[in-house]
């Protein structure tokens, strides 16, 4: 089974209007790090937002908020107020923490989404 | 405080030759990680060092790649004897705890 899945290859969002990318893992690790990276056109990977599997609240950071839903497996990134430079490919990516419950281990990536914002 | 430097950014070498991809953690991250990109895919974690030490190289081809994490200096990633199919972008990544950040990325093409 695949550890990260995101089911939208593409997204396409008009500028302004909040957007929702998913992303479903797979675990049975008790601690583990969900993570969203977003990879412009020009290829650098930008760290986004993190959300780690006790956190009681959706992380946010700015126009980003992570939806994480804990018995579904789903961690979807909401981006609000679409800027066209969010056109972008975006990574979902968990770590898993295994029994030593460390934070240091290895990031297994989705296989991504592509959004194009329109103006 | 400078972000994680990689360099070259691009590097083009022939098959047979060698591949050297040097990685400077930020500033106080002692945790290395580098991930390679092939065309249209994901990231694929290849292997996390400390300062001389590797902690996991369970993505590591078992041939002709090797890394290295000494006490000074950058981290290597060393690609011996590239073939066509080495061609894509490596990543590396360094943490302090939780959050892994990332450099600009490698462009390796072999031709």
């Known amino acids: 089974a695949q550890k990260i899945t995101q089911t939208q290859p593409g997204m396409f969002v008009q500028e302004k209007e909040a957007v929702t990318l998913d992303c479903t893992y797979d675990?049975?690790?008790?601690?583990?790090?969900l993570f969203w990276y977003k990879q412009p056109s020009s290829g650098e990977m930008i760290f986004l937002i993190y959300?780690?599997?006790?956190?009681?609240q959706n992380a946010t950071e700015g126009r980003y908020s992570l939806n994480f839903q804990k018995a579904r497996k789903s961690a979807n990134l909401v981006i609000s107020a679409s800027q066209l430079g969010d056109s972008a490919m975006y990574f979902c990516?968990?770590?898993?923490?295994?029994?030593?419950?460390?934070?240091?281990?290895?990031?297994?990536f989705g296989q991504g989404t592509i959004l194009t914002v329109h103006p | 405080n400078a972000g994680v430097m990689q360099n070259p950014r691009h590097l083009v070498r022939r098959r047979g030759q060698e591949a050297r991809l040097r990685c400077s953690p930020m500033?106080?991250?002692?945790?290395v990680y580098w991930y390679r990109q092939l065309p249209e895919e994901g990231l694929k974690f290849m292997v996390y060092l400390q300062k001389e030490n590797i902690i996991d190289e369970s993505g590591m081809p078992k041939e002709r790649f090797s890394a290295e994490f000494p006490k000074e200096g950058p981290s290597i990633l060393r690609i011996q004897q590239v073939v066509r199919g080495d061609s894509a972008a490596y990543f590396c990544?360094?943490?302090?705890?939780?959050?892994?950040?990332f450099g600009p990325g490698t462009r390796l093409t072999v031709l």
């Open positions: 500033k106080g991250h002692s945790h």
């Open positions: 959300q780690g599997s006790y956190d009681q």
């Open positions: 675990t049975s690790d008790p601690s583990y790090g």
């Open positions: 990516a968990m770590r898993e923490d295994g029994a030593g419950g460390t934070s240091y281990g290895k990031l297994t």
């Open positions: 990544a360094s943490s302090p705890i939780d959050t892994q950040y």
